[in-house]
């Protein structure tokens, strides 16, 4: 299918490009971008006046639950809620039910998604058997089936040795090791951030050193070793810190951070909001602050949703009881684009930190829209307002906390190897 | 005549200086009922109330059983080892089932903070009454403390209060924290750093001090909690003899405080370990006098959520 978009602001970071500008689209593939170009016979026509025209957005934090946990989310829906985030791509995490760590259900993933799927999902596979956290999965193996990355995310790698090993093998055998940095006896039975929220609201608390310390942890075996490593959703001013250090020192680290953690403050739980619980909790403002210098300096190097799907009986309970995380994939383009209206980051850094970064660190060949890259085109309407509300949402489960809050931001249109997946709001 | 105008009392935190002393002057009318020889008045005659206790409590249940009867009401204990909490039933299904049967008003206990505003929110015409969520609060015994300390000193303000324990766990502490600090007291809080919350000084006129000498010296009262055994890992304090070395209240430090002062505890108290005998037992303890203001605090409670139009 050809298409022609017409007339948008062009952002291609990988190009330095940033510029009002037609884009040609032939056979799956960007073959030119340039001033005033003619449609081909058959094309069709996308009129982005006004609009935004970027690399297809990447998600590289997303749990589909599928296969296993179909209640919350599937592949079909998921996907479905990406586009209509503007995502064209998103990393799947591997606590599945069966998990991550066999080509079988890798297999299954990658083509249900093609088959059935409104983006691409490239799997993440376990970094331990089972997730148990006990033994290697067969990185080898994940990586020739499809898998982009490893990570156990939902649970740390709670043995140094094990985590050490990883690091090393994964380097081996050439996949990124993406850690979800918990220092787990430090959490305890906590629900919630430790600081005067949680004393005010008498809820067990989660000091941040439970993060920073895992963030030292994982940072110097990946410099011990010589291995990469990324760190996800970073939360806290410590991490940001530590980050920031060793990036300096020559280490391999990179990083996310999701938009809950850009915007959201711990007084978010106030009223015992369960919509407001994950893993790691959200913060305090001084938090905040250090998680968009952190984007803004480049330490952190992307956003990424951490999209975590529950269904309503998991979530309508008391607050100790509810499951940790909020959905995010349809949200995360208005609250980012809130960083550029607010300075924090100038439209060329949002792109990369929405699509190039996680392409280049996961290998993804995305993320561009030089002549011949594959045609994953995201349309941003960057004026679209618009209400959050479980009709609106595509995704299966509806555990935001911006429920019934107006966004200002949303795709406009969402191209997948050039055909149109999604259409606007 | 002061009006009290919510439906639920969940915590002290929501309710004003005036709904306090409410309360409370409500509360030393109701004990005069339970001075009588014929301890019963039809005031909440009708009405049902369900004590719902998912957690263990021999006065708090009590009270309110007893607060409840002798305002005529109809009173139902449920408690979670006999109910089909066993079978898994949750908090949500429990209360739509109860709301069927329709009570007036619901009196829970729980172990997670912030389950009665989620229970109120489903429960729109039913009163409910919070005797302990989690690490929240525990309104009516902040109350009832409150209540013993006007009795002696027939005031609130200006008193020196203060507080020695877990205060991490302790939601006796907090509603404490919050209803003296709003009627005029400073609190002094002591304990090992271990079980002292962030930002707690933050609640009102609230002191943390290092040490119990501190937070004891000149005190008009001094309120010992209990160590709660059951709530926190072995990982907070080395054991109970050096907690009650530093902690514990006992003859001679309990001179530090003034000579008139009170001596209370919320109860259960571990002897030996945050009070010695002799103090539990000795002249400056009001404990007792501490449980006896309870029932009639519970009445007063019991009373305002519904309306409050004494017959």
């Known amino acids: 299918m050809n298409l022609l978009i017409k007339g948008g602001r062009v952002i291609d970071p990988s190009q330095n490009l940033d510029d009002t500008l037609d884009v040609l689209v032939e056979n799956g593939r960007v073959t030119q971008v340039g001033k005033q170009l003619a449609a081909p016979a058959g094309a069709e026509t996308v009129d982005a006046t006004g609009k935004y025209v970027v690399p297809g957005l990447i998600d590289m934090h997303v749990h589909l639950r599928d296969p296993g946990l179909e209640y919350k989310e599937d592949i079909i829906s998921g996907t479905r809620a990406a586009a209509a985030g503007g995502f064209t791509s998103v990393c799947c995490m591997p606590n599945t039910k069966p998990c991550i760590d066999n080509k079988a259900v890798v297999s299954y993933i990658i083509n249900k998604a093609k088959a059935e799927g409104c983006c691409n999902v490239f799997p993440v596979g376990t970094i331990t058997y089972g997730m148990s956290g006990d033994r290697m999965a067969e990185m080898g193996e994940l990586k020739e089936s499809g898998c982009v990355a490893v990570s156990d995310d939902g649970k740390p790698v709670c043995n140094s040795e094990l985590m050490m090993r990883s690091l090393q093998y994964a380097k081996g055998i050439g996949i990124m090791v993406i850690s979800h940095a918990e220092e787990l006896s430090l959490v305890g039975q906590g629900t919630m951030n430790e600081g005067f929220t949680s004393t005010e609201l008498g809820l067990k608390g989660i000091p941040r050193v439970a993060e920073d310390i895992a963030t030292a942890r994982d940072i110097m075996l990946a410099e011990y070793t010589g291995s990469p490593v990324h760190i996800a959703h970073v939360s806290t001013q410590g991490s940001v810190r530590i980050i920031r250090d060793a990036k300096a020192r ?176 | 005549m002061a009006e009290f105008k919510h439906k639920d009392i969940i915590a002290l935190r929501d309710l004003t200086k005036e709904e306090i002393e409410l309360l409370l002057s409500t509360a030393e009318n109701m004990r005069e009922i339970n001075s009588r020889d014929i301890k019963k008045v039809p005031t909440l005659r009708g009405r049902t109330i369900i004590n719902l206790f998912y957690e263990a409590s021999t006065r708090t249940r009590t009270s309110f059983e007893i607060a409840g009867k002798r305002l005529s009401a109809d ?84 008193l020196k209060v203060a507080i020695v324990g877990d205060i991490t766990h302790s939601r006796v502490a907090r509603s404490n924290i919050q209803g003296l600090t709003k009627l005029g007291s400073s609190v002094f809080l002591a304990g090992p750093p271990t079980m002292m919350p962030p930002g707690v000084e933050k609640l009102g006129n609230v002191t943390v001090c290092g040490t119990m000498k501190e937070a004891i010296q000149d005190a008009d009262v001094v309120m010992m909690l209990r160590i709660q055994q059951e709530r926190q890992g072995k990982t907070l304090m080395p054991n109970t003899r050096e907690y009650s070395r530093y902690f514990g209240l006992n003859p001679e430090n309990v001179k530090l405080a003034k000579p008139d002062a009170m001596v209370m505890h919320p109860g259960p108290i571990n002897r030996g370990v945050e009070m010695s005998s002799y103090v539990v037992d000795g002249d400056q303890s009001h404990i007792l006098r501490q449980v006896e203001n309870g029932v009639a605090v519970r009445m007063s409670m019991l009373y305002h959520v519904c309306g409050g139009e004494l017959e």
Not at chain 1, 323 to 337: A, K, Q, W
Not at chain 2, 88 to 109: C, F, H, Q, W, Y
Not at chain 2, 122 to 148: F, V
């Open chain 1, 250 to 425: 020559g280490v391999k680290v990179t990083c996310e951070t999701a938009p809950h953690y850009f915007t959201l403050t711990d007084d978010a739980v106030r009223g015992y909001n369960t919509n407001a619980k994950m893993n790691p909790p959200l913060r305090e403002a001084a938090d905040v602050a250090a998680i968009q210098e952190g984007l803004r300096d480049g330490t952190i190097d992307c956003i990424a949703t951490d999209h975590a799907p529950h269904h309503q009986d998991e979530k309508d309970v008391e607050f100790a009881e509810a499951m940790n995380g909020i959905i995010g994939l349809e949200t995360s383009l208005p609250l980012s684009l809130g960083l550029v209206a607010s300075g924090v980051l100038t439209l060329q850094q949002l792109i990369e930190k929405m699509a190039c970064n996680p392409s280049n660190i996961l290998n993804l060949g995305r993320g561009s829209l030089k002549a011949g890259s594959v045609a994953d085109i995201t349309v941003i309407d960057p004026d679209k307002s618009w209400v959050v509300t479980e009709a609106s949402l595509a995704s299966k489960s509806k555990n935001s906390p911006w429920l019934g809050q107006t966004m200002k931001g949303a795709a406009a249109c969402t191209i997948l190897g050039g055909k149109i997946v999604f259409n606007g709001r």
């Open chain 2, 75 to 158: 009173t139902v204990n449920i408690s979670p080892s006999t109910s089909s909490a066993t079978k898994g039933e949750t908090l949500s299904d429990t209360a739509l089932n109860l709301l069927a049967m329709k009570p007036d008003i619901i009196v829970m206990r729980h172990a997670v903070s912030g389950s009665h505003y989620f229970l109120s929110k489903r429960l729109p015409n039913c009163s409910i009454i919070n005797a302990g969520d989690g690490a929240h609060e525990h309104p009516s015994q902040g109350l009832l403390d409150m209540l013993t300390m006007k009795d002696k000193f027939g005031r609130l303000d200006g």
